[in-house]
């Protein structure tokens, strides 16, 4: 595939953090996969390139992966998230670049 | 970017621009469309519908007024799944009804607390999803820092001209 013809791809740096605390990487990855899933649907996940990167759980940082024109949405979707299983919960975006390095 | 909310900040919760609500003398909460109605008249109203359903005649009178609707971050994070999305498609409308009767918006988070206070960042992203475009979101933009002015305007006591002439 030409390089045109791929995702244009965004990422967006990110804090998570449940009941105040950063939760470790399985529990992070099943608030942001649940989340994201709720809130696109399987066809939106599809075209928005989703894809977790990295996640450090001692900062309760990351970093996620999506498609340039949508990076809007994707920022809407992680200012959704209030609470997980009745526990407050932030996942607060940062920055937003095209490249991981310059996050 | 300036924002309004329920509570009233510290400082350290992060809300530092914030303003409470309870200091707007201007700041209407509708909780039908008889009651926006009542609001729209009013000059320099900013408009909470609660339910986001305002008929066109309203929104005319309300840009007459030089009032603003005001669309809720608040209000999205309060609802879940299909109840959700059925709040956005309506203020997706309402900001298409806004747009073409000449209506000013902008966009808060309402916040009841700190928890719920977001970024300018995450406010944009909302104006965004909800069919604002750039040009828009700016004039959102600049008509809250206009409120925000006007808000510590009240609060030293200066009326507006007084402010201007001393400016100049």
Known sequence: MKPTERFKRRYISFSLSLSGMPPAYPEAKEIVHVHFLSFFGESGISSLAFKLVKYDAQSGEGILRCERSRTDEAIFCMACLSEWKGAPARLEPKSTSGTIKRL | ?168
Do not use: W
């Open chain 2, 1 to 168: 970017m300036p924002d309004i909310v329920r509570f009233e900040p510290t400082g350290k919760d992060g809300a530092g621009r914030a303003l409470p609500a309870s200091s707007l003398p201007n700041f209407f909460e509708a909780a039908n469309a008889l009651a926006a109605r009542q609001f729209c008249r009013k000059k320099g109203a900013i408009v909470h519908p609660s339910g986001y359903d305002v008929d066109d005649g309203d929104l005319l009178e309300l840009a007459r007024a030089g009032g603003a609707i005001a669309f809720s971050f608040s209000d999205v994070l309060s609802e879940r799944g299909f109840r959700r999305s059925i709040l956005i498609s309506k203020m997706r409308l309402l900001l298409s009804a806004c747009r073409k009767r000449g209506t000013p918006f902008v966009f808060v988070t309402l916040a009841k607390d700190a928890s719920q206070a977001r970024g300018a960042r995450e406010l944009s992203a909302f104006a965004t999803v909800l069919g604002a475009t750039d040009v828009e979101r700016k004039a959102a933009e600049k008509k809250m820092s206009g409120i925000a002015d006007g808000s510590a305007r009240q609060k030293k006591g200066t009326p507006p001209d007084a402010a201007k002439a001393v400016e100049k």
